[in-house]
């Protein structure tokens, strides 16, 4: 067998492991409250064909856009009919495809090189959970894992044909999220110290490219990238106004509040281990690659240039996002891709290394690939919705699901009224309309009113519970339960039909 069909079978088998990893209990999961408002802007989509660009919040419109055309390839056109299949596998393709893109980088590090970074994201924990959620940041790391060496191409040979692809990822990263100008402050002193060692390495003189050329791919990846984002923003130019509020976003921007961290929570999270549920969790092992392949990279005016951009890339997203106090975990997919794909630069040059060094990285990276993916079954698995999961952030608990299947039980019996209109008091009750979307209508108010007295169904949030309480005690029976880590919802249930449903001889 040739060494290109063994090169070939390995990537294979790095996309079945992404594959298998990502799409073992795609729907198991709770929906959590970010996925819940993302599919309803996509339902809003699928129901209007319109989309508007919020400024304030709910980020950019490419996730919807994906989602919505997910769904109607599974005949699904409304609120109602969205499932979570539909919303999910569309980011959990997109996790495949981000451990593909090392491919990418095969010219520049090398087959060794690239193969370890395709397994490294693969496997890692982090990105293996997050590409199980339909939030836009999986697509976010993928867009800027495919700029990445289209940057490093333009860095290394500047022409238009690179700026264009340079900038149409680049376009893709701003129609998906704002954040992407943290990507753009962290590449902008890496590609000026890529381009510094290229110059200073470079024994050809020809090799040293002009600055008319730089300037000429400069201009060609950025009228690309406001071209693709000005497409998506307007929602293919029928909102004109979409793409001057996709830039108002950086002043307007309303951040939800509960999620200032320490400086040092993504380190916690990511490097530091930790024994919960009697499972060691940490991503560590990456940044001995990580730390392995920067000081052999430095000795290697041939890899230098991809070193310094990637390293240095990293290290730029890792001091913003640190110096910025929201934090949350799936902040980190991109700048946690690009130093698993800094982990692998120890593979390059592979046959330069002594064979002691061979050895040592390769039981390292063996090692990792193995913790690694043992960690992501387990994250994925039986603790997906567990709050005690270090990649578990603000779960939804199981009750929505138990509650909806027991109101669905009351519908069923003959002697049950209608439970229909049904009432939601309080702020911060999502992912709840995703669980009542069979229920119709449902009313949203921010305090209890008289007339819920009424209501076949009312659910109170925990600011708004002594009210209902007060207001609700002579007319039905209340039902505690949890929504998300932390957050309580209480169920009123109409007297008549808790005795309708308590005296039933069968359940």
């Known amino acids: 067998m040739s060494k290109t069909t063994l090169i070939w079978f390995a990537w294979i088998a790095i996309a079945v492991i992404a594959i298998w990893l990502r799409g073992q209990s795609l729907t198991t999961r709770p929906i959590h409250a970010d996925e819940a408002t993302g599919a309803r802007i996509t339902a809003q989509r699928l129901e209007s064909s319109d989309y508007s660009f919020d400024p304030t919040h709910f ?57 370890a970074a395709g397994a490294l994201l693969a496997t890692s924990p982090l990105l293996v959970y997050y590409s199980q959620m339909y939030i836009h940041e999986t697509w976010l790391a993928l ?44 590449w902008l002193p890496a590609t000026i110290a890529s381009v510094a060692a290229l110059r200073i390495c470079s024994a050809d003189a020809h090799q040293v490219r002009s600055f008319s050329r730089y300037r000429n791919a400069f201009l060609a990846m950025t009228v690309t990238a406001l071209a693709v984002s000005t497409i998506l923003y307007t929602d293919f130019f029928r909102t004109p106004s979409g793409i001057l509020d996709a830039f108002k976003t950086y002043f307007v921007y309303e951040t939800t509040p509960g999620h200032d961290k320490a400086w040092n929570y993504y380190a916690e999270l990511l490097l530091w281990p930790k024994n919960v549920l009697g499972i060691w969790w940490t991503e560590g092992l990456v940044t001995i690659l990580l730390l392995a392949g920067i000081f052999l990279a430095a000795c290697s005016p041939k890899t230098l240039p991809a070193a310094l951009l990637i390293s240095l890339g990293a290290l730029g997203h890792c001091l913003i996002y640190t110096v910025i106090s929201y934090k949350n975990p799936w902040l980190m997919l991109l700048p946690w891709s690009i130093i698993c794909l800094g982990g692998s630069l120890a593979f390059a040059s592979w046959r330069e290394r002594a064979p002691t060094a061979k050895v040592l990285l390769a039981l390292t990276l063996l090692l990792t690939l193995g913790f690694q993916t043992k960690q992501s079954l387990h994250a ?128």
């Open 380 to 507: 994925t698995g039986r603790y997906a919705a567990d709050e005690r999961n270090p990649y578990s952030y603000v779960p939804t608990t199981k009750d929505p699901r138990r509650m909806l299947a027991w109101i669905e039980e009351i519908e069923a019996l003959p002697t049950t009224p209608t439970l229909a209109p049904a009432a939601v008091v309080g702020t911060g009750y999502w992912p709840l309309p995703w669980y009542l979307r069979s229920l119709d209508p449902v009313g949203y108010w921010p305090a209890p009113e008289e007339s819920m007295q009424l209501f076949p169904l009312v659910f109170a949030m925990p600011g708004q519970q002594t009210a209902c309480d007060q207001l609700l005690e002579t007319s039905h029976t209340a039902f505690p339960r949890s929504l998300r880590s932390n957050v309580a919802v209480t169920l009123y249930l109409r007297n008549d039909i808790w005795d309708a449903w308590s005296t039933t001889p069968t359940k």
């Open 59 to 115: 980020h950019g419109p490419w996730l919807s856009l994906s989602g919505s055309l997910t769904a109607q390839f599974n005949a699904e056109s409304s609120w109602t009919q969205l499932s979570l299949f539909s919303l999910r596998s569309g980011t959990a393709c997109a996790g495949v495809l981000l451990a593909l893109t090392p491919l990418l980088w095969r010219r520049f590090l090398g087959d060794p090189a690239a193969l």
């Open 143 to 186: 867009f800027g894992m495919l700029a990445l060496p289209m940057v490093h191409r333009y860095s290394i040979a500047p022409s238009i044909r690179n700026g264009l692809l340079a900038g149409l990822f680049i376009g893709l990263m701003f129609a998906t999220k704002e954040t992407f100008a943290i990507s753009i402050l962290a």
